[in-house]
Nanobody, 123 residues
Framework: QLQLVESGGGLVQPGGSLRLSCAASGFTLDYYAIGWFRQAPGKEREGVLCISSSGERTNYADSVKGRFTIYRDSAKNTVYLQMNSLEPEDTAVYYC????????????????WGQGTQVTVSS
């Protein structure tokens, strides 16, 4: 079975940090493009950051530029989303996804999805 499992979400105050994990089983993440997406209540799911199989990173959300970083730990078959200087507007369910080929900002172009992890930023 091919599975992705997100973890690391929770409640954090504005200005705080969280690191989300996306652990893969059944396939090797190194051969896929991995994207982090988020969906807030009443809003469309949007691409945040992606990393290609070659390690190239692309930021698809201007609001997180300079605050969020995506990176891969091949030994653990895990991709991370490091989130710093969190703002209330970052509150959403965060998903990781994998696709064969290059990176994409569109969720419908990804094949494998995790169950999501809730991030809530509130004072």
């Amino acid at each position: 079975q091919l599975q992705l499992v997100e973890s690391g979400g929770g409640l954090v105050q504005p200005g705080g940090s969280l690191r989300l994990s996306c652990a893969a089983s059944g396939f090797t993440l190194d051969y896929y493009a991995i994207g982090w997406f988020r969906q807030a209540p009443g809003k469309e799911r949007e691409g945040v950051l992606c990393i290609s199989s070659s390690g190239e990173r692309t930021n698809y959300a201007d609001s997180v530029k300079g605050r969020f970083t995506i990176y891969r730990d091949s030994a653990k078959n895990t991709v991370y989303l490091q989130m710093n200087s969190l703002e209330p507007e970052d509150t959403a369910v965060y998903y990781c996804a994998a696709r064969w080929g290059g990176s994409s900002r569109y969720w419908n172009e990804y094949t494998y999805w995790g169950q999501g992890t809730q991030v809530t930023v509130s004072s």
